[in-house]
């Protein structure tokens, strides 16, 4: 399941970078995954809110998406195991206009099946650059009804130095939800 998912990941950010006006001259991927046990404190099923308590005390609330089929087989108290995968992708592109766009997609478990299931949301955002400072490797950029941002440059973007006011850069931010009920699991 792990590996299906950081595929999922990159498969997303893969696809979200053909959003760009045209092919990529650098790119750059990051990749983080992190894992942990929670417990549900609260369900809403009426509302679709689920609160989680991690192993610290601190809660995460969360929105069940509308396709969750077995929160009849959850309580307060059940145990799940929660992967958190978070992609980040840049490609320097010349041309194009600012514009942002976002997906998507849910995959749960059958019917009846283990409570669990996985939320990938893929943003994909292409900003204009406002300021280019060469000695600390950080470009300002603004997307469309957006503040101007500061982002670092890492050394991998080999075509840094090409760089100027007025291109544009492509960002894809690919988060992953993916919860796994652990333990007993009621009929």
């Not at 001259?25 to 992190?34: G, M, T």
């Not at 949301?121 to 470009?139: F, M, P, W, Y």
Request: cysteine-free; overall charge positive.
């Amino acid at each position: 399941m792990k590996r299906t998912l950081v595929a999922a990941a990159f498969v997303s950010l893969l696809a979200s970078s053909a959003y760009a006006a045209e092919e990529p001259k650098a790119a750059a991927i990051a990749v983080a995954e992190q894992e942990t046990v929670v417990e549900l404190v609260s369900l809403d099923r009426e509302k679709r809110i689920a609160v989680m308590k991690g192993p610290s005390g601190g809660t995460l609330t969360m929105n069940i998406p509308r396709e969750a089929q077995n929160l009849d087989r959850v309580k307060p108290g059940d145990k799940f195991r929660l992967r958190y995968i978070e992609g980040l992708a840049l490609s320097l592109n010349k041309g194009g206009a600012a514009s942002a766009r976002q997906v998507q997609s849910v995959s749960l478990a059958p019917k009846g099946g283990r409570p669990g299931g996985a939320v990938v949301d893929t943003k994909q955002l292409t900003t204009v650059v406002t300021a280019v400072d060469r000695n600390t490797r950080t470009i300002a950029v603004r997307g469309p009804q957006t503040q101007p941002i500061s982002l670092k440059v890492s050394d991998e973007v080999k075509s840094f130095d090409e760089i100027a006011v007025g291109d544009t850069i492509a960002v894809v931010y690919t988060e992953a939800v993916v919860l796994e009920m652990i333990g007993e699991v009621r009929p």
